[in-house]
C-alpha cells in the first residue's frame, strides 16, 4: 500500500491527499510530528519537509513531484488534460496555486492567529487545559508566532495541532519569520484578488479548466485551506477549525462561489480514512513517531 509521510494540517499534504483519493488509490497515513518526527523524515528521505510518498522501493517528495509520479504510474482517472492548451492552463494554474494561494495562505493564516482571539483558540484540541489556553492567549503579540509556540515547551499534543500548520517549512526547533502586519495585509489583498479571479472562473462551469477535474482543482483546492479550514469529515482537524478562516476572507460573500465549489469537490471526491484515530484526542505526552523501513 501507499504511504504518505504528512501533517494533517498541512496544505500541501491536503493537495496530494485529493489526488489520492480522486484516482481512488488506497493508502497510509504516517503522521510527522514537526521537530522530532522531521528528523526521521531526513533520514528517510533526506529532507524535512511533506509530503513524501512510499510506493514500494520509491520515494517521492514535494506535492508536485507527486502529483506527476502518480498520474504517469497510475494513469485513470487522469489530472492532466490531453488538449494541449488545456493541459497548459493546468499546470500554471498550479504553480500559481503552490506560489501564490499557498504562500500567501499561510501568512494570513498566521496573521489571523496573531490577531483573532477566537481564532486562535479553534487550534486547541478539546481536551486543552484551561490554564494552558489562557497563557497562550495572553501572550503578547509579538509572542503568538506560530514559531515561537512549535519551539517552547508546549506538551506534545499541542504541538501536533499548533505547529504543524505551517509544518511543511519548519525545521527541527525553527522559528518562523516575515509574518509582520505589513506582510500579512499584503497577503491578504493578494488573496482577495485570487479569489476574485477563482470565483469568476468558476460562476459558470463545474471545474477549473474543463467538464473534469483536473490537478489545477486539487491544488487550487488543498492549496487555500489555511484561507478556510473545510468541513469536510475526511480532515481530521479540530472541530473548532472547521469553517473557520481568515477574517475578511472566509467570511466574505463575494467569495462564496468558490468555496461552495470547493465544498462541493470535497464531498465528491475526498474520502474519510477510518484506518487511524482523529487528531483531536491524542495521548497527552506520548510523543508520535513514524516508522522507517
Known amino acids: 500500500m501507499l ?87 493546468t499546470l500554471m494554474l498550479e504553480e500559481w496555486a503552490d506560489a501564490s494561494i499557498a504562500l500567501n495562505g499561510r501568512t494570513a493564516m498566521i496573521g489571523a492567529f496573531n490577531q483573532a482571539p477566537e481564532f486562535r483558540k479553534a487550534f486547541f484540541p478539546n481536551q486543552t487545559p484551561a490554564a494552558l489556553t489562557k497563557l497562550v492567549n495572553d501572550l503578547p503579540d509579538a509572542a503568538r508566532n506560530l514559531g515561537n ?10 504541538k501536533a495541532v499548533v505547529g504543524a500548520v505551517p509544518g511543511d517549512v519548519l525545521s527541527a526547533g525553527g522559528a518562523i519569520a516575515g509574518f509582520g502586519s505589513e506582510a500579512v495585509a499584503a497577503a491578504k489583498a493578494d488573496l482577495a484578488q485570487n479569489l476574485e479571479a477563482l470565483s469568476l472562473m468558476l460562476s459558470e462551469k463545474p471545474y477549473l479548466i474543463g467538464d473534469q477535474p483536473t490537478l489545477a482543482d486539487f491544488a487550487v483546492a488543498g492549496l487555500s485551506m489555511y484561507i478556510k479550514f473545510p468541513a469536510s469529515p475526511a480532515l481530521d482537524i479540530p472541530m473548532g477549525l472547521k ?34 484515530p482523529p487528531v483531536n484526542t491524542p495521548a497527552e505526552g506520548v510523543p508520535q513517531k513514524i516508522s522507517i523501513d
Open 149 to 158: 509556540l512549535v519551539a517552547s515547551n508546549l506538551p506534545n499534543a499541542l
Open 243 to 276: 469553517g473557520q478562516g481568515v477574517p475578511g476572507l472566509a467570511d466574505n460573500p463575494a467569495y462564496k462561489t468558490f468555496f461552495d465549489w470547493r465544498d462541493k469537490l470535497y464531498l465528491d471526491y475526498r474520502k474519510i480514512d477510518e484506518t487511524r
Open 3 to 89: 504511504e504518505l509521510y504528512q501533517f494533517e494540517l498541512s496544505h500541501f499534504s491536503e493537495k496530494v491527499r485529493f489526488i489520492l483519493d480522486y484516482k481512488n488509490l488506497p493508502y497510509r497515513k504516517i503522521e510527522v510530528t514537526p521537530g522530532i518526527g522531521q528528523l526521521d523524515l531526513f533520514r528517510l528521505s533526506g529532507q524535512r519537509q511533506v509530503p513524501v510518498l512510499k510506493d514500494g522501493d520509491d520515494l517521492i517528495a514535494g506535492s508536485t513531484a507527486i502529483a506527476f509520479y502518480l498520474e504517469k504510474k497510475y494513469p485513470d482517472p487522469a489530472i492532466l488534460p490531453i488538449n494541449a492548451q488545456q493541459r497548459a492552463l
